[in-house]
């Protein structure tokens, strides 16, 4: 990895996700994002990658993170009937 690349992990239920801010050039960066779930050969991996640009590392990891987390709210909220 790219040691200017930056990246967080965090485990939420049963989905592991992996924030990534990449420098995209004059203290610019694009971001993307992990949501794993399973094990073995049941594993299923959605990656997201946004096109927006970010002035810094940090605010594309937690622009990534959020839509993340906002992903699985979705799948784990209830269904109406």
């Known amino acids: 990895m790219n040691i ?3 990246q967080t992990r965090l485990l939420v239920g049963k989905y592991q996700v992996s924030s990534l801010a990449k420098p995209q050039g004059e203290g610019r960066f694009e ?3 992990s949501i794993r779930s399973g094990k073995g050969s049941a594993t299923h ?3 997201l990658r946004f096109s927006h ?3 810094s590392a940090g605010a594309a990891l937690h622009y990534a993170t959020e839509h993340a987390l ?3 709210q979705e799948r784990s909220a209830p269904a109406h009937a």
């Open 4 to 6: 200017a690349q930056q």
């Open 31 to 33: 971001a993307s994002v």
């Open 45 to 47: 991996d959605r990656v």
């Open 53 to 55: 640009i970010f002035d």
């Open 70 to 72: 906002g992903w699985i």
